[in-house]
């Protein structure tokens, strides 16, 4: 039988190149994928939690922020309402007393000047 000895070298041919392209592939990996990608993944979990810490960091710091401001402008409106007040008091007393005044001098013209009724 003539084809047997020909399909031996094929097989061998074959077998051979199989195993070159299985070395050239191993070798272009890397030598512990399944480690790397663990690696990667704990990497970017620890990047993700600081990240979420740091914003939960910022978050509490505008929230004091925002109360700070809050109760300032709370203060300045009741320091303005209060304002508001006295001025109002003040110049409620200041036409009082212009008032009594116009009163006492019409008063007195009116004293002065004989009635012609």
Request: proline fraction near 5%; include cysteine; charged fraction near 20%.
């Amino acid at each position: 039988m003539p084809v047997a000895p020909a399909a031996q070298p094929a097989a061998n041919v074959i077998h051979e190149m199989e195993q070159r392209i299985e070395q050239t592939i191993l070798a272009k990996l890397p030598s512990n994928p399944e480690r790397m990608e663990v690696d990667s993944q704990e990497h970017r979990i620890q990047d993700l939690e600081q990240q979420m810490q740091l914003l939960a960091g910022r978050q509490t710091t505008l929230e004091c922020t925002v109360k700070d401001n809050h109760a300032q402008s709370a203060a300045q409106v009741q320091s303005l309402q209060q304002q508001m007040l006295v001025q109002m008091d003040m110049q409620s007393k200041q036409m009082q007393s212009m008032l009594s005044e116009q009163m006492t001098r019409l008063e007195c013209i009116l004293s002065k000047k004989p009635r012609t009724e």
